[in-house]
């Protein structure tokens, strides 16, 4: 392309200093920034209704949840309502109410969080054991009581100590 026809084709685009053009150009920014505030408004229209569709949802699956929870109270008490009918004479078994409570084996496997990972299991079960064997002989509570008492605030810790400083003592 030569120098001339450059030079025409510059000519031709419209100048961005040229003062004549000017109001084109103020009644673009003003659609531009009408346009803007439009969008703005559909935005926060959108932002609403996102927030209370959130909280539908939310409501929705509390409701659920409380609904499913209900329902598998239902089932677990439909499950209790059944009766195992024994002869009057025959005694109850010792064995089933010598089992530990939920809370005594909570208590017990959180002390035995204290010891090392590779005794733990082998004193939570020596301690269950023992409680076993305590509840299967018809102790008082007082007496489980005192036994686990025992372990969480002497045995488990002193026990721990001297786990771990042997097992120092091998590594080293």
């Known amino acids: 392309m030569s120098a001339g026809a450059l030079m025409a084709e510059i000519d031709s685009l419209p100048n961005a200093y040229d003062d004549s053009g000017l109001d084109s150009y103020d009644e673009e920014l003003a659609r531009i920034e009408a346009s803007i505030a439009d969008i703005k408004t559909r935005d926060l229209t959108a932002a609403r209704e996102r927030t209370r569709i959130a909280a539908k949802i939310q ?11 209900a329902n598998q109270q ?12 024994r002869d009057a004479k025959e005694p109850k078994s010792r064995a089933m109410s ?26 939570l079960e020596e301690w269950l054991g023992e409680l076993y064997d305590l509840r299967a002989e018809g102790a008082p509570w007082w007496r489980c009581v005192g036994y686990i008492a025992g372990i969480v605030a002497g045995a ?6 001297v786990l771990r400083r042997s097992g ?3 590594v080293d």
């Open 98 to 123: 010598a089992q530990p409570t939920r809370q005594q084996l909570a208590l017990l496997s959180l002390v035995a969080a204290l010891l090392p990972v590779t005794s733990r299991m082998r004193y």
């Open 168 to 170: 120092r003592r091998a």
């Open 156 to 161: 488990a810790p002193s026990l721990a100590v």
């Open 59 to 69: 409501a929705a699956q509390f409701q659920r949840d409380i609904l499913s929870h």
């Open 74 to 85: 239902r089932a677990r008490n439909a499950k209790r309502t059944r009766t195992v009918r």
